[in-house]
């Protein structure tokens, strides 16, 4: 499925996924997935034979429990699909014995667009003490299981474990929805059917491989599974069986598969080991913030030559070639960011979430919290007025190239534009103080 880059994180929804991840204190977001190109089955490490798992009830021809007949009949000619995918008819019969359509997955997934948060509100909550001291303690209770994973590949366990923090508050909110019925739900009810009927032959694949059963298979109303929340496909192709008991158990109370497999795919997408996925920076004043772009890269020590320092004042190490990044806009932090910023983007791609993982596991090593300033009297965008920006920028000569609501790279160009036509700082910063320009 491609995924969209967000640049302007301020801006990114950060979607509500559940009761259990508002009670966490976070934002679910998306998942990892794998993007055009990437091997699904091709890459997953496996095991040579695996102990059998036992499915919970006798083989029983599918009889959904729904009022749904439209439903029922989707089931009955995707069943045909998967079958002709290489899943077998006992799976298939007894992933779905009992399945229902599940109305509360579908709210979920049309209602979460109007979900907002700044990216300052959002690095609140992912950096919060709470978050800080309960990583630091699982630093500690599973310090040999994660100094075995980062010798292994070579990711910093500070970095697999603000992930797990993000992810699932340390494996207490791993998702309890039936995944077969929630990707059935997803698939059937069409908005993105092929990447939801995608996901859900993944999961069939999952059980059919003996990984687990229907039901232990639980997580995210949107497919998302275990201590780090995995989808189906990147399940299939990074997830590792590191304790070495034949199955990949991303699910159980232990988290070493969980936290292996995270690494695992972070490896496979090129983390630089002792690389920091970015630096807090100070700009001098005449800094041209048209070279905030991530396609524009030197060295740190070249930046530091045009004024850039950190906040101590030195300059940053030459750790490798750089972008500067201004998540809020010229009013707020600046990040000078690495190759491994792109690496935790695979994961997710919000730069909200990204900073987040980031910041946490500086934090969890002892760092201290971001220095500057937020626009705290912003708010974040609704979706709605997102597309209308995009709708008026494009309508005054500054082609966004799309209304979609998502700001983007095209979106992020036509507000630079407009502000220089305007004599406005060209910061890209999408705020709601330009739409109210605009307007």
């Not at 070579?154 to 699932?168: H, P, Q, R």
């Not at 530091?304 to 030195?314: H, I």
Request: hydrophobic fraction near 40%; glycine fraction near 10%; include cysteine.
């Amino acid at each position: 499925m491609p995924v969209t880059r967000l640049f302007v994180a301020a801006l990114c929804a950060a979607t509500v996924q559940g009761a259990a991840a508002q009670a966490a204190g976070l934002d679910s977001v998306p998942r990892p997935q794998g993007r055009p190109g990437d091997t699904v089955a091709a890459t997953s490490p496996r095991p040579a034979s695996r102990p059998a798992v036992t499915m919970e009830t006798d083989l029983k021809p599918v009889q959904v429990s729904t009022a749904n007949i439209g439903f029922q009949r989707w089931i009955d000619g995707f069943r045909d699909r998967a079958l002709a995918q290489g899943i077998s008819a006992p799976v298939f019969d007894r992933a779905f014995a009992g399945l229902r359509y599940n109305t509360d997955v579908i709210d979920r997934d049309r209602n979460q667009s109007e979900f907002t948060k700044t990216i300052w509100d959002y690095l609140d909550s992912a950096a919060s003490d709470t978050r800080i001291r309960n990583g630091q303690a699982a630093l500690r209770e599973h310090a040999r299981l994660l100094e075995r994973i980062e010798a292994r590949y070579g990711v910093d366990k500070e970095v697999v474990v603000a992930v797990w923090g993000l992810e699932s508050a340390y494996g207490e909110f791993r998702g309890k929805t039936p995944i077969i019925e929630a990707l059935a739900t997803l698939a059937y009810d069409g908005r993105r059917g092929r990447f939801f009927e995608q996901q859900l032959i993944a999961a069939l694949k999952i059980l059919q491989s003996g990984d687990t059963t229907p039901r232990n298979m639980t997580g995210s109303w949107a497919g998302a599974m275990g201590h780090t929340q995995f989808i189906p496909t990147s399940y299939l192709a990074y997830a590792v069986d590191f304790t070495g008991d034949g199955r990949r158990d991303i699910w159980a109370d232990d988290p070493a598969d969980a936290l292996a497999s995270t690494a695992a795919y972070l490896a496979r997408f090129g983390w630089t080991k002792g690389q920091p996925w970015g630096v807090e920076v100070r700009l001098p004043r005449d800094f041209n913030v048209q070279l905030a772009d991530r396609d524009v890269k030197r060295m740190p020590s070249q930046w530091g030559a045009m004024g850039v320092r950190d906040m101590s004042g030195r300059t940053v190490p030459d750790y490798g070639r750089a972008s500067i990044l201004l998540p809020a806009g010229a009013r707020g932090a600046a990040f000078m960011i690495f190759d491994n910023f792109a690496v935790i983007e695979r994961y997710n791609t919000a730069d909200a979430y990204v900073i987040g993982v980031g910041h946490l596991s500086d934090r969890l090593r002892g760092g201290g919290p971001i220095q500057a300033a937020w626009p705290r009297g912003d708010r974040a965008l609704l979706f709605a007025e997102r597309q209308e920006l995009q709708e008026r920028l494009t309508r005054a000569g500054f082609d966004t190239r799309g209304i979609d609501g998502k700001i983007g790279p095209n979106t992020i160009a036509a507000v630079r534009a407009y502000q220089r036509s305007v004599g406005l700082v060209p910061d890209g910063y999408a705020s709601l103080d330009l739409l109210k320009r605009l307007r």
